[in-house]
């Protein structure tokens, strides 16, 4: 069965329906999400990609990541994919909505409308290892620095946020 994911225009409308891979190979705009899971300590939950992820194996990213499938809500789909990678859910609030495009060395092209959430848990991780290489908490100061001093081993979209997500959290929009 191939996963078929939601395109959407510049304002996030609706615009279609595509295959995942083909979208990526065509760099279709398509709707996705990224999840950032603190701790009560105020800890970010960071997973390492697996290595046979499509792109960006193998580097360190926000809790989860993912797309909207066809006939999904959006929070269902947030909610489906933490379980399926970290192993647990939790309540999630959206913060805000970005996009951004970048090419891969593999050719793929990521051209997302990002809906970034945030969330609070503080029980058992049990990741899928077939998903996610490794796992770990970290301080938003401690990951701001090692992106800066090893950027080849974070995703891109993560460098990309790292600022607005330790903004937000300075800000107050981050219970932890």
């Known amino acids: 069965m191939t996963e078929k ?3 959407v225009d510049e304002q996030d409308n ?8 083909k979208t990526h190979q065509e760099g279709k705009l398509h ?5 950032f899971i603190f701790n009560s300590q105020g800890e970010l939950l960071l997973q390492k990609r697996a290595a046979r992820n499509y792109h960006s194996a193998n580097l360190w990213s926000n809790t989860c990541c993912s797309h909207q499938r ?20 939790c ?3 959206e913060a805000f909505r970005f996009t951004y495009r970048v090419e891969f060395e593999n050719g793929l092209i990521e051209n997302e409308f990002d809906h970034v959430f945030f969330g609070k848990f ?23 620095k090692d992106i800066q001093k090893n950027p080849d081993q974070y995703s891109y979209w993560l460098k990309e946020l790292i600022n607005r997500i330790i903004s937000e959290k300075r800000n107050g929009k981050i219970n932890s």
């Open 5 to 7: 994911i939601v395109l």
């Open 31 to 35: 709707r996705a999400f990224s999840l």
């Open 70 to 89: 066809e006939n999904e809500q959006l929070e269902e789909a947030a909610l489906r994919r933490l379980k399926e990678e970290m192993g647990f859910i």
């Open 14 to 21: 609706q615009v279609g329906v595509a295959e995942k891979i």
């Open 91 to 93: 309540p999630l609030r």
């Open 122 to 144: 503080d029980g058992p991780v049990n990741p899928d290892s077939k998903e996610v290489a490794d796992w770990k908490w970290i301080t938003l100061e401690k990951l701001k």
